[in-house]
């Protein structure tokens, strides 16, 4: 059980919460996990258990007295088990409150016992639905009905019971009752019902999002359930709080399979900047780095090795890669983990440390070091970005591994050499924040320019940070580069400035009314335009 707030009283009822005495509890659950050992706690108490179907044969099998549901009921369980908790008997005992004239007489009168706790969980739909061979029929038996049932009534009567969904809640429980002498406090009763409300909200969104995603990939109605992952050290500033929440039901997410192995706790940005990282990272091919600074990235290369990426991403802007986030995706060998010590780094991720250079790392106490072991790739949800009551979703934007849907406007067919580069460039434009520019030559970006309100000054600034990061090396490297741009180019001053600068081939997607201006620049500076067909806006 997850640490709660002190709550003594509950504001909704009159009078002031007591205690809670346990003395019987029904226990129905699908994961029974450690079911049976709770089950003994509490008959170590003097706690009588009442129990359905497998979980009954469950804990007589561990020696623990169990009195059916049906003897408490006196109704069998029909239709193959679909019906045995849903019973006026049962849910008059948990819905009633108990302070009521009327309601203890209606108890008194049906001859109706009070149940004090309830522990149960429910059919696992997700992974159910999870499964690839899985049978709409399969799937739809696996939606419980009387279990997010009984944990309702239990959870909105929470002042006169206990409700218990979670197995890792259980030796909290058991600590609590055997300090108060078999009761349970207003407050954990509270929190209980807190986790149980969570339990089914999550529950019925699962479901109603199986539904929905067969219709249509914009239903009507989404719901997004997500649960804490991570308490981060920050927010967006040292001022604010924050936390990372990872949506329930995605096979991955940004740091799924990711281990700290030393460094102080991720903040908010780090988090933000290690999403940007990975994601253009899994576009990448051959051993590769990427350098991502507010949100963007200063350097991205693919090399001989992994110190050979490194080396030549951090050469693009390496003023503004101090203290910030790095991405690998082959291990660290000593001799990288020696020249990423000679910088400041922020956080530093790869699949693995080779030899010493964990050691060598960690002799800086700030530098936060990852270790990645996910093999999936992000691929098929759904791009969602909060906006002020509401939420903007979109289908996640994809790039061509290869050619598709290029087509050369002007100049020669570039060769397999100026391919690789256009390839890469289009890749990592993507990446890039809107307006975006990004110059490459041989692999690697030497210039990029992001975030600017005018396209044309994202090309100068791309050319500015190539100058300023190659100073007199920089005219050798903007010679023959491509420059990338991750929408068409509305007039043609953005490309007459980076053929100014030296750039032979330009890729853009095209698709402007004066796309006859631009190709005319390009033909007139002999150098090749590539269309994709497709932008790439990041906002």
Not at 43 to 61: C, F, P, R, W, Y
Not at 123 to 132: D, G, H, L, N
Not at 231 to 250: F, I
């Amino acid at each position: 059980m997850s640490a709660k707030p002190t709550i003594e009283a509950n504001p909704a009822n009159e009078g002031e919460p007591q205690p809670l005495q346990i003395r019987r509890a029904l226990i129905s659950v699908s994961d029974k996990s450690g079911i049976v050992e709770f089950a003994q706690g509490l008959q170590a108490l003097g706690v009588e258990i009442v129990s359905t179907g497998g979980t009954a044969a469950a804990l007589t099998d561990g020696g623990i007295a169990v009195r059916t549901v049906e003897e408490l009921t006196g109704t069998p369980e029909i239709l193959g088990g679909r019906v045995k908790t849903l019973h006026p008997r049962l849910h008059g005992a948990l819905l009633a409150v108990r302070d009521d004239p009327e309601h203890a007489a209606t108890l008194a009168d049906e001859g109706i016992e009070e149940i004090d706790l309830v522990c149960t969980n429910l059919y696992p739909f997700e992974r159910a639905m999870a499964q690839r061979d899985a049978t709409d029929a399969e799937v739809i038996e696996n939606i419980d009905i009387g279990g997010p049932t009984m944990i309702r009534a239990a959870a909105k009567n929470h002042r006169y019971v206990a409700v218990v969904v979670r197995p890792e809640s259980y030796d909290a429980v058991l600590a609590e009752l055997e300090e108060g002498d078999g009761a349970i406090s207003p407050g954990t009763r509270h929190w209980l019902a807190n986790e149980a409300f969570a339990v089914t909200a999550r529950y019925d969104a699962a479901i109603s999002g199986w539904f929905g995603d067969r219709y249509e990939d914009f239903p009507t109605h989404r719901t997004v359930s997500m649960e804490k992952f991570l308490d981060l050290s920050y927010g967006e500033n040292p001022h604010q709080r924050g936390a990372l929440y990872t949506e329930v039901g995605v096979r991955t997410h940004v740091l799924s399979r990711v281990s700290q192995e030393h460094g102080r706790d991720l903040s908010f940005n780090n988090v933000l900047d290690l999403d940007s990282a990975r994601n253009l990272l899994a576009d990448l091919d051959g051993p590769a780095c990427v350098i991502v600074k507010h949100n963007n990235p200063c350097g991205a290369a693919e090399g001989e090795s992994a110190l050979d990426a490194y080396e030549k991403a951090l050469a693009c802007d390496p003023v503004s890669a101090y203290g910030g986030v790095i991405a690998l995706n082959r291990p660290i060998d000593e001799a990288l983990a020696e020249r990423l010590h000679q910088n400041f780094v922020e956080v530093l991720i790869a699949p693995g440390y080779e030899g010493e250079a964990m050691s060598t790392l960690q002799q800086k106490q700030a530098i936060r070091i990852l270790a990645d072991t996910e093999q999936r790739q992000r691929r098929g949800d759904l791009d969602m970005k909060r906006v002020r009551g509401g939420m903007l979703v979109q289908e996640l934007d994809t790039v061509a591994r290869d050619r598709e849907g290029m087509t050369v406007e002007t100049g020669g067919e570039p060769s397999d050499a100026e391919w690789l580069d256009i390839a890469f460039a289009w890749k990592v434009c993507k990446h890039v924040r809107s307006n975006a520019i990004v110059l490459v030559k041989d692999g690697q970006t030497i210039g990029i320019g992001a975030g600017q309100m005018s396209r044309v000054d994202s090309v100068r600034l791309a050319i500015e940070k190539c100058r300023v990061a190659y100073g007199e090396e920089a005219d050798a490297r903007l010679n023959g580069c491509v420059v990338a741009s991750d929408a068409f180019f509305p007039f043609a001053d953005g490309p007459q400035a980076a053929v100014a600068a030296g750039a032979r081939t330009v890729v853009q997607p095209g698709g402007s009314k004066r796309d006859d201006e631009v190709i005319a620049a390009c033909e007139q500076g002999g150098v090749t335009m590539v269309f994709t067909g497709r932008r790439h806006f990041r906002h």
